[in-house]
């Protein structure tokens, strides 16, 4: 049976000091990595999975304005809890943040691992309906020595016995919570939760870990992390299109593609009626496979009766970004036979840009007429199309 609800704590307090270097200046987890920070994509990759109802970061106490900056939006995202003085404690004071919503499941994960797939996720928490933890490794390939004082060997260790640990490690909330609070009152520093766990009596598996996991802890590591975006991070495009249409009512205004535009009539819908950003949020949530707009925004409910359509268009530009994709262009065509379109183009392209946070020459914004024929030529509405070209990580 599969959990209700799955939280993941993302432990990002650290001050990632060993990896900066006269490139990389800022803490390791806000550091730039192939045009987006670090934090931001590792946490992306948790909501970019169905079952996690709850992430919540932990940062520490000096980097508020940082983590505001990522300006990371989503429903299941909670206000960062600024961590402790060790990991141990900062993960502590994630679970206190959790134990309200009692979550069934909880998973662990270092905010200096961006490159946690979807596939590694699920294994750990399928692992869980068998054991009390779960935690990812990969074998060892190199020869492991032991020494007592950093020159001589004192013994050759089983390599085939070890495994080097990753996370995210996954736990029964109740259980590593009780865990995680007997283990502040002991005088001993654990390396990880799965360490707790096991002293604790707690049974923890090991699910196949992926090497590509990296645990961003160098400058060094900052290289190797670009190539595997450019190995593995490879891209298919995706196209989507949207189509709306609106009928005029009495009224003296209509919003198009973002803009204000004085008419006789106004248009007739349960938002501001913007015939151009409904098509076009449309034309995004299909490249992606979302549904429509009626899907995320169901004009049924009260609470967005007149909202503007740069709300809807928002969201379809945020789950874009979760999925870890871009917006390659966008194309909307807006056809009627008044207001006139043309001279608010630019302002509309700017509009749509600014909004998702894109570059204006990536969005186009045509107009034409319907040569005076039909319910268009009659003036009796006003009809828009869309399209949307869009590149997601490719998964094989």
Known sequence: MRPKSIAVIIVAAGKGERARSGTYADPKQYQDLAGRPVLSRTIAAFLAHDAIS??????????????????????????????GASRQASVLEGLKVLAPM?????????????????????????????FDGALPAVPLTDTIKRTLDGREVVATEDRRLLA??????????????????????????????????????????????????????????????????????????????????????????????????????????????????????????????EGDIGVHFPPSDPQWKGAASTIFLRHAGNLIAQRGGRIVNLDVTIVAEAPRIAVHAPAMCAVIAETLGISADRVAVKATTNEKLGFLGREEGIVSMASASVELPRID
């Open 54 to 83: 709850h992430v919540v970061p932990v940062i520490h106490a000096d980097h508020a304005e940082r983590f505001s900056a990522l300006g990371l939006s989503d429903d299941r995202l909670l206000s960062p809890v600024v961590g």
């Open 102 to 130: 009692r979550p069934d499941l909880v998973l662990i994960h270092d905010a200096a691992r961006p490159f946690v797939s979807n596939a590694l996720i699920a294994s750990v928490i399928d692992a869980l309906g068998e």
């Open 164 to 289: 080097a640990a990753q996370t995210p490690q996954g736990f029964r909330f109740g259980q590593i919570f009780s865990a995680h609070m007997r283990a502040g009152t002991v005088r001993r520093e654990f390396t990880d939760d799965a360490e707790i766990a096991e002293w604790a009596g707690l049974r923890v598996a090991l699910v196949a870990g992926d090497r590509d996991n990296l645990k961003i802890t160098h400058p060094d590591d900052f290289a190797r992390a670009e190539r595997i975006l450019g190995d593995s991070m490879k891209t298919e495009t995706r196209i989507g299109t949207g189509y709306d249409v609106h009928s005029f009512v009495p009224g003296d205004h209509v919003w198009l593609g973002g803009v204000k535009i004085p008419h006789h009539s106004g248009l007739n819908g349960h938002s501001d009626s913007d015939v151009a950003l409904h098509a076009l949020t449309d034309a995004m949530l299909g490249a992606i496979g």
